[in-house]
C-alpha cells in the first residue's frame, strides 16, 4: 500500500526525473517563466523553491549544494546574483503557476509558473481607483440650476392643471365603475 507517500513520480524513472526538474529548473532560473503542464510545475516549485532559498545566504558550499542540484555555472551565477538580491526579504513563495487552459492534443492542463518578483505587469503599482458610490453626490447650487430648476417646476403645474381637465371630462361621462364613481362624487363635491 502507498499511504502518505505524496510525490509525484510524473511518470518517469528516478534519473529521467531528476534531469527533466534540473533542465526546468535551469530553464526557469534563466527565462524567469515557463510554460509546462501543471503536474510538472507543482513538482517544479518543490523542488527549485528550496535551492532559492539556499541562494539567499551566498557562501562557497551554499554555491557547491546548489550546483549540484542544476549542473550549470550560468544558472548559478543567475541565481546567486540577480535573483537573490530580489527575493532577499521574502519568506517564501518564490514562485507562481498561472492555469492557462488544456493542451489542444492531449487536453492536459496547461500552466505558466514564473518568479514573482520579476513579473513586470503585476509589479507596477496603478494609482488606486476612485471608489464609486450608489447614490449621486450633491451637486452645487449655480444660477442656470436655479432657473432650470424654475422652469421644471412651472411645467409640472402646467400638467397638473391639463390632468384636473381630463378629470371633468370623465365626470360629464359618468363612468360605472367603482373607482371613477368616488373621482365624480370628490369632482361634484368641489365644484360645489
Known amino acids: 500500500m502507498r499511504h502518505g507517500k505524496k510525490f509525484n513520480h510524473l511518470g518517469r524513472q528516478k534519473g529521467h526525473r531528476k534531469a527533466l526538474l534540473t533542465n526546468m529548473a535551469v530553464s526557469l532560473i534563466e527565462y524567469k517563466r515557463i510554460n509546462t503542464t501543471v503536474a510538472k510545475a507543482k513538482a517544479l516549485r518543490l523542488f527549485v523553491e528550496p535551492l532559492i532559498t539556499k541562494a539567499k545566504t551566498d557562501s562557497s558550499h551554499s554555491r557547491r549544494v546548489v550546483f549540484s542540484y542544476l549542473q550549470k555555472k550560468e544558472a548559478v ?31 492536459a492542463e496547461m500552466c505558466l509558473i514564473e518568479l514573482v518578483d520579476f513579473n513586470e505587469n503585476l509589479l507596477t503599482t496603478s494609482a488606486p481607483k476612485k ?62
Request: aromatic share 2%; hydrophobic share 25%; no cysteine.
Open 77 to 107: 551565477k543567475e541565481l546567486f546574483g540577480v535573483i537573490s538580491s530580489k527575493v532577499a526579504d521574502r519568506p517564501g513563495g518564490y514562485t507562481r503557476i498561472i492555469k492557462t487552459g488544456s493542451r489542444l492534443g492531449d487536453n
Open 131 to 192: 471608489k464609486s458610490r450608489r447614490r449621486s453626490t450633491k451637486k452645487t447650487v449655480s444660477p442656470k440650476n436655479i432657473v432650470e430648476e424654475a422652469n421644471v417646476v412651472e411645467e409640472a403645474d402646467v400638467v397638473e392643471e391639463a390632468n384636473v381637465v381630463e378629470e371633468v371630462k370623465v365626470s360629464d361621462k359618468k363612468v360605472k365603475s367603482d373607482s371613477t364613481k368616488k373621482d365624480v362624487k370628490k369632482d361634484e363635491d368641489k365644484s360645489e
